[in-house]
């Protein structure tokens, strides 16, 4: 083995929000909001990564099979929380105390849970579907899959617009939560209507419910996701027992000794309609906020810009600046020229757009038992056009560790 020694030049991340004068506080918010976007990348597939049942040889967690089950039991929900193997294997892996993943997500429930529990007792659906965002994106708004998905709950683009939700060079509301929390609800109950049961609505969400169907005629039948479970797409089969496991872990983190951290953001918040174009940097420099701050509590503006041209659209900021930001209106909207000159520039614009048009690609590393078809229905792509891409002249030529370029939108 040939060990190389690579010079890295070190060089100082740049960071506009530091290079004015901030008191302590704004300086430890700015810190926290920095750290938990390092963090939370590393975060994205944690709580849906598959887990086989005899992967997880090891555990810091001791506690007995009745136990967990007992618990369970106790969590009276219209969701089938059931104990099994499979489920044993996502219930230790999000309570073992060696990952110090779960009392980040903890601390992120906070601010969220609130506001999707909202949304969830508005459209009668049971409030235990709070555990959904937890495994399709660790409770983080600007998490984004390699197939394009985005979001608290993770929309494709073509979902998000059907079900409402604006997406365009300014705006994503796939990342609002409050906005793609009402989305998830309505595609929520669409799919409850289909199947009548929880579990396989919960894996119609996370495979479509084609592949859903496709199970249940395999299996010749079945009323709940364990009656189809072998017939699933793998990824599909850990999906609910991964909701199970973070449901679990919710509820009983203290017992396993895990405590939550304080959050990021503010958990005390205001909402306002914005009715002009508005820069977040606007209110930042008028206000004294971070912009940070803002850009955490206002995730579904791109480009930092609110496009209230035609219609008003809302500002959620730290309540105790709600009077400042009123009183403060025009003195705002008055540093529009300085702000918006490079953003509204139709050239920019343009190219904005261009950049989101682009196709981009992703790699993947082909595993045992993966087929071209199962990979392209993934990725949400054909196979010719992985064929294309990778100049594969037979589909059925697929080789363990060989690496394909997966087209995906940017």
């Not at 704004?26 to 920095?34: C, K, P, T």
């Not at 199947?195 to 859903?212: E, K, M, Q, R, S």
């Not at 039948?221 to 189809?228: S, V």
């Not at 020229?337 to 953003?343: A, H, I, P, R, V």
């Amino acid at each position: 083995t040939v060990t190389e020694k690579t010079t890295v030049q070190q060089t100082e991340p740049y960071c506009p929000e530091l290079n004015r004068n901030l008191t302590p506080a704004q300086i430890d918010s700015l810190v926290a909001l920095w750290r938990e976007k390092q963090t939370l990348q590393s975060y994205d597939t944690f709580f849906n990564d598959y887990i086989d049942i005899d992967s997880l040889a090891s555990s810091s967690d001791t506690t007995p099979d009745s136990v967990y089950a007992n618990r369970l039991r106790a969590l009276v929900s219209p969701v089938q929380l059931p104990f099994n193997p499979i489920v044993k294997n996502y219930i230790r892996r999000y309570v073992d105390t060696r990952y110090g993943t779960i009392n980040r997500v903890l601390s992120l429930s906070r601010y969220y849970f609130p506001l999707i529990e909202e949304e969830l007792i508005k459209a009668d659906l049971p409030v235990e579907l709070r555990a959904l965002p937890i495994i399709e994106s660790a409770l983080s708004t600007t998490a984004t899959s390699p197939m394009g998905a985005v979001g608290l709950w993770q929309f494709m683009p073509a979902t998000g617009k059907s079900y409402g939700l604006e997406i365009n060079s300014f705006v994503d509301e796939r990342r609002d939560p409050v906005q793609a929390t009402r989305a998830a609800c309505r595609y929520l109950k669409d799919l409850y209507s289909i199947y009548h049961d929880w579990t396989l609505a919960i894996a119609a969400y996370n495979c479509g419910p084609g592949n859903v169907n496709k199970a249940l005629a395999r299996a010749g039948g079945g009323t709940t996701f364990w009656d189809i479970y072998e017939y699933l797409p793998r990824e599909t089969r850990g999906y609910v027992p991964a909701f199970v496991g973070a449901s679990y872990a919710y509820a009983y983190h203290q017992q396993h000794g895990i405590q939550s951290e304080n959050p990021p953001m503010p958990l005390a918040t205001d909402t306002i309609r914005v009715t002009r174009l508005l820069h977040l940097g606007q209110v930042a420099s008028t206000l004294d906020i971070p912009i940070e701050t803002l850009r955490t509590l206002n995730p579904q503006y791109k480009m930092d810009i609110i496009p209230a041209t035609i219609k008003s659209y809302t500002l959620v900021l730290p309540q105790h600046y709600l009077c400042q930001y009123i009183a403060s209106e025009e003195e705002i909207h008055r540093k529009d020229s300085t702000y918006l000159k490079e953003y509204i520039n139709p050239a920019n614009i343009e190219k904005k757009k261009l950049a989101d048009a682009t196709p981009a690609y992703t790699t993947y590393t082909v595993k045992r038992g993966d087929t071209l078809g199962a990979i392209a229905r993934r990725y949400r792509t054909t196979t010719a056009q992985i064929m294309k891409l990778n100049k594969l002249k037979n589909a059925n030529k697929l080789r363990e560790g060989q690496r394909l370029r997966i087209p995906i939108r940017r």
